[in-house]
């Protein structure tokens, strides 16, 4: 997944707040989305098709 990808999906999740109290509730959100955003992130279905790569 792409830098731009993430970032727009940061957006999505913030952009219904107009305004943040302070830093820390900015760093809150973004951290909670990347949460969401991380949920849904799967392994590739062709990694276990390469056996010279692996996984650690």
């Known amino acids: 997944m ?12 913030t952009k219904s707040k ?5 830093d820390n509730s900015v760093k809150k959100s973004v951290y909670l989305a990347l949460r969401e955003i991380t949920k849904k992130w799967t392994q590739p279905a062709d990694l276990h098709a390469r056996p010279h790569l692996t996984v650690s």
């Open 18 to 22: 107009t305004s943040f109290p302070d």
């Open 2 to 13: 792409s830098y731009q990808v993430i970032d727009a999906k940061i957006r999505k999740y």
